[in-house]
Nanobody, 127 residues
Framework: VQLQASGGGLVQAGGSLRLSCAAS????????MGWFRQTPGKEREFVAT????????YYGDSVKGRFTISRDDAKSTVDLQMNSLKPEDTAVYYC?????????????????????WGQGTLVTVSS
C-alpha cells in the first residue's frame, strides 16, 4: 500500500489549507483512515480519523471544530480541511491507513492502529 500526502505549505495564522492523501495498492474503502502530525522532538500526535464507511469521524482535542476530515472512495483519497490555523499547528502531517478492515470498534487514534503511512507533508503557520 502506498500513501501520498500533498497540500502542505506556508500559511498565515487564521488561514486555511487542505491536505490530500492518495492511496493505492489495496481496497481503500475497507479501512479507517487517519491524519497525524509531528514536530521535532515530539511524538507523533493524532489529529483526525474517519471510518471506512465515511459515516463517523473523530478529532484530537487541539483541532476539534477547526479541522474536517473527509474521504472519497471513488478516488481513494482522504482530505484534511484545516481552518483557523494557529502557529502551534505547524508540523509535518502524515496520513495513515488502518489495519482492521470494516472496523466497528473504537476509533483508531493510536499509532499502533495504523499499518501504512505516507511520507508526510509540511505545514507551516506563521504568526
Amino acid at each position: 500500500v502506498q500513501l501520498q500526502a500533498s497540500g502542505g505549505g506556508l500559511v498565515q495564522a487564521g488561514g486555511s489549507l487542505r491536505l490530500s492523501c492518495a492511496a493505492s495498492g489495496r481496497t481503500f474503502s475497507m479501512y479507517d483512515m487517519g491524519w497525524f502530525r509531528q514536530t521535532p522532538g515530539k511524538e507523533r500526535e493524532f489529529v483526525a480519523t474517519i471510518r471506512w464507511s465515511g459515516r463517523g469521524t473523530y478529532y484530537g482535542d487541539s483541532v476539534k471544530g477547526r479541522f474536517t476530515i473527509s474521504r472519497d472512495d471513488a478516488k481513494s483519497t482522504v482530505d484534511l480541511q484545516m481552518n483557523s490555523l494557529k502557529p502551534e499547528d505547524t508540523a509535518v502531517y502524515y496520513c495513515a491507513a488502518g489495519s482492521r478492515p470494516y472496523n466497528r470498534g473504537t476509533y483508531d487514534t493510536s499509532l499502533s492502529d495504523y499499518k501504512y503511512w505516507g511520507q508526510g507533508t509540511l505545514v507551516t503557520v506563521s504568526s
